[in-house]
């Protein structure tokens, strides 16, 4: 198990879960984030700036997969040492790059790129937040450049949702509903093309064994069920999953720059 120094009862949940050896954090799982790439339809050589890149997974499934030079912006200093080992191991750092910075200040990178990609970060921000960092994800698109995202999506109560996620996650996450999101790209110059909406299967065993694959999962659960701190984390998360089952989703979206905007 990873980042056995967090204070694992006032940590996010995602850091949570990535410290038991979770890699897959999105709401949709990995199902969704294939159907994402498949609508990018992604091209050799084409760039690709991915938000919060983590430890670098996603970036060097990209370069590996589809042959993208991809810059990954991450925040957390131990987060960008690590996926900086993690990019070197794969032997994929003329493809790859991470930066350490914010992502609300895109405006200091030089360049635009082909593609954007932001998985589960938009949810955490509040509706300023969202609305700037969408129009900084806009100006660092080309024209014609594709904005790709998996964010929670919720059908109902969504202050409600917001209240009782900001408490056992402790992070102020405001999933919208699917209408809201698509406005919310849009009135940033993104137009939304393709969209899907799905179920929330985050901590669902089966969906587990299927993004994780059947040993890491058996060692996921191994770390939860030890360590009594963390299985009262993921309990709590898990309990606020199963109350708001029929409100809470998963949204992907894959819009375009537009040139007339912002």
Not at 57 to 68: E, H, M, T
Not at 154 to 170: F, H
Not at 219 to 238: C, D, F, G
Not at 242 to 261: D, P, W
Request: proline share 3%; net charge positive.
């Amino acid at each position: 198990m990873t980042n056995t120094t967090l204070n694992f009862q006032n940590t996010s949940g995602h850091e949570v879960l990535a410290a038991v050896g979770k890699k897959y954090l999105r709401p949709g799982g990995r199902i969704a984030t294939e159907q994402l790439c498949r609508w990018a339809n992604f091209q050799p050589s084409e760039t690709v700036l991915e938000l919060a890149s983590s430890f670098g997974y996603s970036a060097i499934s990209l370069a590996q997969r589809y042959g993208v030079k991809v810059v990954g912006v991450e925040k957390n200093p131990d987060s960008v040492v690590r996926a900086r080992e993690n990019v070197c191991v794969a032997g994929l750092e003329n493809q790859i790059e991470i930066i350490e910075g914010d992502i609300f200040h895109l405006d200091a990178m030089p360049g635009k790129f082909d593609y954007v990609l932001a998985e589960a970060i938009l949810t955490m921000q509040s509706p300023l937040g969202k609305a700037k960092l969408l129009a900084e994800i806009h100006n660092r698109l080309k024209p014609g450049g594709k904005f790709l995202s998996h964010e929670l999506l919720a059908n109902d109560k969504e202050e409600q949702i917001r209240a009782d996620l900001a408490r056992v996650i402790r992070v102020n996450s405001t999933p919208l509903s699917e209408a809201n999101w698509i406005a919310a790209c849009e009135t940033a110059g993104l137009k939304v093309q393709k969209h899907q909406i799905g179920s929330m299967n985050l901590l669902n065993l089966w969906r587990m064994f299927q993004d994780e694959g059947i040993f890491p999962t058996i060692q996921i659960l191994v770390n939860i069920l030890t360590h009594k701190s963390i299985r009262e984390r993921v309990l709590a998360m898990r309990h606020i999953f199963n109350k708001y089952r029929h409100e809470l989703g998963y949204i992907i979206l894959c819009a375009v720059a537009h040139t007339n905007s912002l």
